[in-house]
Each structure stands twice: as C-alpha cells, then as structure tokens.
C-alpha cells in the first residue's frame, strides 16, 4: 500500500534533482561565458554569433542539446529596462526577439540563455509547466556593466 506513494516521490525528487543540477550547469556557464563579455574578450575576438553560442554550447554539451539552446545577448540604455519575463508565445520558447549585440564600453548587457528541459513524471508536467510540449524552461541569466576596454 505505501509502495506507490513511496515511488512517485522517490520519482518526483529524481526529477525535481535533475532539473536543479540542470539549473546549476546552465548558470555556471552563463556566468563564466558573461564575464568574457563584461570585460570585452568577446567584443574584442569578433566572434560571429555562431561561435559564441559555441562557446555557451562548449560549457553544457555533456547535458544539455547545443541545437535547443535559445541564446539573447543585447545592450540595454539602463538596468530598470531588463525583462526577466521568460519569452514563451503559444506554448513555446519566442525567439523572435532575441538578439546578438555585442556591447562596448561601459554599457549595461544581459546575457540570456534558455532551455527546454524535458519532463518525464505527468505530476510534474501537469503542475509546473506552461509549454505546450510540456517541458520546463531552464533559464540563465547574467546582468552586468562591461568593464572599460
């Protein structure tokens, strides 16, 4: 009688400890790639937007798919003007407003990298989720001043 309900908890905190690390990979990456951003070795080696979503793709790809990563790195006039909403339009990440803006000197920049991370227990995807595929969306996010360069 307790075999089930013990089951779909050990199931829910493998999957609940599964999303976490995820979360944890995914901001440890956004945090080491925007620091090369804040102080200008980005802007400096003139990366094309591909290989700098490489160069995020390099920091995840033993967890995550590089081709499902959703990359937003733009300028901002000030940091009252960031979104931290989550882009999702009809069920699914929006892409259409993200950019690849490298910023110069001293300029206020987010660096936004999202990913639909799959969920596997129908608790989980019934309670937490939004998407139309019923995923969760992992998100990382670095907000910073480049430095002067």
Known sequence: MLGLPFLLLLLLLLETGGIFIA???MDQAVSTVGREVRTGQVTNADLTEAEFKNKICQEV???FDCANLHVDLRTYG????IS???PVKNGDID????AYTKPGSE???ALKVYYKWPL???IMRSSITDMSDRS????GTAVFQTEPF
């Open 23 to 25: 979360e944890l990979v």
């Open 61 to 63: 790809n033993f967890l």
């Open 78 to 81: 000030s940091f009252s003007s």
């Open 84 to 86: 931290n909403a989550v």
């Open 95 to 98: 892409g259409s407003g993200f």
């Open 107 to 109: 300029q206020i920049a």
């Open 120 to 122: 596997y227990t129908e």
């Open 136 to 139: 969760f969306v992992i998100v």
